[in-house]
């Protein structure tokens, strides 16, 4: 930075660039009386218009002298007033420059805020759940080989022969009991070998009982 006489900047004050500085050098610029330079020689007196009358390659050097000299203080009061312009405009870079750190520095601490509030309240709806840890299923050392269940087919149809002591009436009656037991004790033997296998016991289909008309023939010799 440069001191105020070289037209610098002596202090980072924004406001005192703006409104002290700027205008002085503004002011200080129109302050320049131009008119004295071009016409000093004229309000000298009428010995001096004689003079320069008498010699006017002198009086055109000192009226170029005080024309550059006019020039050069405007130029240097322009280029005064650009560099604290430049300075200032520098000044508000740097100061919008801080502004937008701030603000970025504060959109991350609400984003993080933020995102620590809605995980409190996922946190909150969540619940631990309980795991049961359940015992492992161990082989036995020894495989146990099953029996398998072999059923027998009971053929009815040898039921109908029956011994020629009983009467008619009594052989049916007995057959009927013995159908009906026949059947109970199958049922029961196919549940418990589907328990213990856990698949159907494949056994041959018996055939189904037909009703035929009894042949009383069979009882010609009872009773002679």
């Not at 969540?126 to 398998?148: E, F, Y």
Request: hydrophobic share 40%.
């Amino acid at each position: 930075m440069l001191d105020e006489n070289g037209g610098g900047m002596a202090g980072n004050d924004l406001r005192t660039l703006i409104e002290s500085r700027i205008p002085e050098h503004r002011t200080a610029s129109s302050r320049v009386p131009l008119a004295t330079f071009f016409y000093k020689p004229l309000l000298a007196g009428p010995d001096n218009l004689t003079r320069i009358d008498c010699d006017r390659n002198v009086a055109f050097e000192e009226t170029k002298q005080f024309a550059l000299q006019s020039l050069a203080s405007v130029a240097y009061q322009i280029n005064t007033l650009a560099r604290d312009l430049l300075d200032m405009l520098d000044l508000q870079t740097d100061k919008i420059s801080s502004l937008t750190s701030q603000v970025d520095n504060i959109d991350v601490v609400v984003n993080i805020h933020k995102e620590k509030l809605a995980r409190r309240e996922i946190g909150a709806l969540t619940t631990n759940k309980s795991l049961q840890k359940q015992p492992k299923i161990i082989a036995p050392a020894a495989q146990v080989r099953r029996n398998l269940l072999l059923a027998n087919v009971v053929v009815i149809n040898a039921l109908h022969t029956s011994s020629s002591s009983y009467s008619s009436i009594n052989v049916m009656v007995a057959i009927e009991r013995k159908k009906e037991l026949l059947k109970r004790k199958f049922s029961e033997l196919f549940k418990f070998r589907q328990h213990m296998t856990g698949s159907f016991l494949l056994v041959e289909p018996t055939q189904r009982y037909k009703r035929t008309p009894i042949d009383f023939s069979v009882l010609d010799g009872i009773g002679h």
